[in-house]
């Protein structure tokens, strides 16, 4: 896979990574030298951006929403998601 990727890069075509996983689980799985020669690199669900190996923007919830708002808003889903009427609860 990695090598067909790379002969891909060598013609001219652009590629991008986009990944749940942190940027190390990233490289761990493509290496180092893909994640630099892609055009951009989506992690962590696409908070984390890279563009050419470099990072260029990151965001996070804890950030965005703040400690207070973040724990509402856990604790929200976790008792709508306890209280679901569903079939079979295991």
């Known amino acids: 896979m ?3 990727l790379k002969k891909v890069h060598e013609r ?14 990233v490289v761990e ?3 180092q ?3 630099n020669d892609c055009e951009y690199t989506f992690s962590e669900n696409g908070l984390v951006a890279m563009r050419k190996g470099e990072q260029f923007a990151c965001q996070s919830f804890k ?3 703040g400690e207070d708002n973040l724990k509402r808003l856990i604790n ?11 079939p079979i609860k295991r």
């Open 33 to 35: 030298e893909l994640v």
């Open 12 to 25: 001219g075509i652009h590629l991008g990574i986009v990944s749940g996983s942190d940027i190390s689980k």
């Open 29 to 31: 799985q493509v290496t």
């Open 2 to 4: 990695l090598e067909t």
């Open 63 to 65: 950030n965005h929403l």
């Open 76 to 86: 929200f889903s976790l008792r709508y998601i306890a209280d679901l009427d569903i």
